[in-house]
């Protein structure tokens, strides 16, 4: 467990970067792209401005925690040390730090994320093992899932969903971080066994075309009832995507999407905001101008978040 009575726990010292070393199973990829090398030219400039957080290693060195990308940034910048806080942290105690730490970031990959997810499940509930004896299986998962759920912004099905990704072969994970499979259909072929995602992943590469959410959702209970073939989803995949066909032209092939998918929102709320001459006008270029109303009223919402939340600072 960790001292947190000692005022030297705390403090921040310069380790050289040889000594650091990634915490074992760490989810987060560290990759050497225009991001990383914009921090590397901060760190050679200004230096690291966030001390990393470390715990000491059995066999000498420390564990990086917290800092991952700034020890590859520093390295780039052509720095020796890094200044880190050592800690010292059990494995349940690194893990839920080193989850949390990187889920502020932007960009977030959905492999990345359902790894950390559900690194973090199993350090809460080992945890609770531990110290809530009294407790049955059940209550822990579910004041787990809850606690995951609330600290991440999110819902206890959407944390699982998340999860569920894990059960994806990697060619197909791949795919879905590459935003060539939406998460919806994503968390349904997950339920496929491996040799039929393996198929899905064939029919793919195929046909140069991923399955939409309706057709994932068939290819499951295929499966569930023992009759999806190769043949069966090549027969599906084949088919048009009617959400798609049916969308304006300006809107195919783009849009605003989400990692989950396309959002759909009532229209009666917005009426008294939009202008009469776009609702009269369903022309593709009206309908274009909408779409454009609608990202402009977001983006002034965001502004106004960012700018309240800096004042509640």
Do not use: C
């Not at 080193?98 to 359902?114: K, Y």
């Not at 057709?215 to 027969?235: C, P, W």
């Not at 990692?259 to 917005?270: A, C, M, Q, S």
């Amino acid at each position: 467990m960790s001292n947190r009575n000692d005022p030297m726990a705390e403090a921040v010292i310069e380790i050289p970067l040889a000594d650091l070393y990634s915490l074992k199973n760490h989810p987060f990829k560290v990759q050497d792209d225009e991001t990383m090398l914009e921090t590397a030219e901060s760190i050679r400039n200004y230096g690291v401005l966030v001390p990393g957080i470390v715990r000491p290693r059995p066999e000498g060195g420390y564990e990086i925690i917290s800092g991952h990308r700034r020890k590859r940034a520093s390295e780039l910048a052509g720095k020796e040390t890094m200044p880190v806080i050592v800690r010292n942290l059990d494995d349940d105690e690194a893990a839920i730090i080193m989850v949390d730490s990187n889920l502020q970031r932007d960009n977030i990959l959905p492999s990345e994320r359902s790894r950390a997810y559900k690194i973090k499940l199993e350090a809460i509930k080992h945890q609770g093992e531990r110290t809530d004896l009294t407790s049955s299986q059940v209550g822990t998962k579910l004041k787990t899932d809850e606690r995951i759920a609330l600290e991440a912004g999110s819902s206890r099905n959407q944390v699982h969903r998340y999860i569920r990704l894990m059960h994806l072969i990697t060619p197909l994970l791949d795919l879905v971080d590459e935003k060539k499979i939406a998460f919806n259909p994503a968390v349904e072929l997950s339920y496929l066994p491996p040799e039929q995602q393996y198929q899905v992943w064939e029919a793919v590469n195929m046909q140069q075309s991923t399955p939409s959410l309706s057709q994932a959702q068939r290819m499951k209970k295929h499966s569930q009832e023992g009759k999806l073939t190769y043949e069966l989803i090549t027969a599906i995949m084949s088919e048009e995507k009617k959400s798609e066909m049916n969308r304006p032209p300006f809107m195919q092939n783009e849009g605003i999407l989400s990692e989950e998918g396309f959002i759909k929102l009532p229209i009666t709320p917005f009426l008294q905001y939009l202008p009469r001459s776009l609702l009269q006008n369903t022309s593709p270029e009206a309908q274009e101008k909408l779409t454009k109303f609608f990202l402009k009223t977001a983006e002034l919402y965001k502004k106004f978040i960012a700018k309240k939340r800096q004042q509640e600072r």
